[in-house]
């Protein structure tokens, strides 16, 4: 199973969906943030997004961990540039 995903590489917008397989994740994210931000949203059952939580909403170079179901997610750019961000999963026994 895949572990790494990568949802941005030297952007500067709110990147496309990608499928999680869900459980626990780290999300990374490096920018020029220059007053914004970097943040992984899922999509709601509607489609909206929705800001999967505080550790995961970044305004420096940094990560925060988070644990949702299976289903997609993104990340979304606020002013920030030259944005790279990434999930890995995190191990779990029964995975």
Do not use: H
């Amino acid at each position: 199973m895949k572990t790494a995903y990568t949802l941005l590489s030297n952007a500067s917008a709110t990147g496309g969906w990608v499928l999680w397989p869900g459980g626990k994740g780290d999300f990374r994210a490096e920018a020029t943030f220059g007053g914004g931000s970097v943040s992984l949203e899922c999509k709601g059952p509607n489609g909206t997004a929705i800001a999967v939580g505080s550790t995961t909403t970044l305004t420096a170079n940094g990560r925060g961990t988070f644990e949702i179901g299976a289903g997609e997610i993104r990340a979304a750019v606020a002013t920030a540039t030259a944005v790279y961000a990434q999930v890995l999963r995190v191990p779990q026994a029964g995975y």
